[in-house]
C-alpha cells in the first residue's frame, strides 16, 4: 500500500506570511493532486503534476513535484484568510486510484 | 460549473439499519467513485466504478456495501446492516477519464451518523 505523508499537521500564521507544505512518500507516483478542503464540503483539486520535477503556479500558489516524483510541496505567498483549509495531497500510480494524505490543515488569521 | 450532487446531506439512522446514499456525478463523466472521511481522519477510497461494474475496491468495502448505478444518472452506496463504526463522511467523485490529468469532481458529501 502506498502511503502518503503530509507535514506540517497544523499551521496557523498571519495574513501576509508565506507558508509552505510538504507532502512525501516512500512510493514513486505517476501523477499528484493537490486539493483543498473546507469544513463540511468535499475536496476541491487545486492542480495535478505529472513530471518529476514540475512547477506549477496557480495566482499565489506555488506547487512542486519532485525530480523523484516520491514528494511534493505547495507554497503559498501572501498567505489570506480564504487560504484557511485542509490541503490534502493525493497520489496514483499509472492509473490505480488515488491515495490520499492526512492533510496540512492550515489556518491564517487576519 | 458542473457538480457532482449528493443526497442527503446528513443521514441519521440505528445500528443495523440500511441506508443508500445518492449521488448524481456530473453527465459527461465516467468513472465514479466512493470515498469516506471518518471525523479528523484523512480520506479513504473505498470503490470505483466503470461500465456498470466495480472496477476496483478497498479492505473497507466489504459485503455490506454495494453501489449500483441504476438508471444511468443517479450512482449510489448501499450499507445494508449499518454499524457505529461506518458513521463518517461519504464521497461521491466522479472523472471525466482515468488517466493522470483527470482529477476528481468531489460531491459535498454525506454525513452518516450510525446510533
Known amino acids: 500500500t502506498q502511503l502518503l505523508e503530509q507535514s506540517p499537521q497544523f499551521l496557523s500564521i498571519q495574513e501576509g506570511e508565506n507558508l509552505t507544505v510538504y507532502c512525501n512518500s516512500s512510493s514513486v507516483f505517476s501523477s499528484l493532486q493537490w486539493y483543498r478542503q473546507e469544513p463540511g464540503e468535499g475536496p476541491v483539486l487545486l492542480v495535478t503534476?505529472?513530471?518529476?520535477?514540475e512547477v506549477k503556479k496557480l495566482k499565489r500558489l506555488t506547487f512542486q513535484f519532485g525530480d523523484a516524483r516520491k514528494d511534493s510541496s505547495l507554497h503559498i505567498t501572501a498567505a489570506q484568510p480564504g487560504d484557511t483549509g485542509l490541503y490534502l495531497c493525493a497520489g496514483s500510480n499509472y492509473g490505480q486510484n488515488f491515495v490520499f494524505g492526512p492533510g496540512t490543515r492550515l489556518s491564517v488569521l487576519p | 460549473e458542473p457538480e457532482v450532487t449528493q443526497t442527503p446531506s446528513h443521514q441519521v439512522t440505528q445500528m443495523g439499519q440500511e441506508v443508500i446514499l445518492r449521488c448524481v456525478p456530473i453527465s459527461n463523466h465516467l468513472y465514479f467513485y466512493w470515498y469516506r472521511q471518518i471525523l479528523g481522519q484523512k480520506v479513504e477510497f473505498l470503490v470505483s466504478?466503470?461500465?456498470?461494474?466495480?472496477?476496483?475496491k478497498s479492505e473497507i468495502f466489504d459485503d455490506q456495501f454495494s453501489v449500483e448505478r441504476p438508471d444511468g444518472s443517479n450512482f449510489t452506496l448501499k450499507i445494508r446492516s449499518t454499524k457505529l463504526e461506518d458513521s463518517a463522511m461519504y464521497f461521491c467523485a466522479s472523472r471525466e477519464g482515468s488517466t493522470a490529468n483527470y482529477g476528481y469532481t468531489f460531491g459535498s458529501g454525506t454525513r452518516l451518523t450510525v446510533v
Open positions: 466504478f466503470y461500465n456498470n461494474e466495480i472496477s476496483e
Open positions: 503534476v505529472v513530471t518529476g520535477g
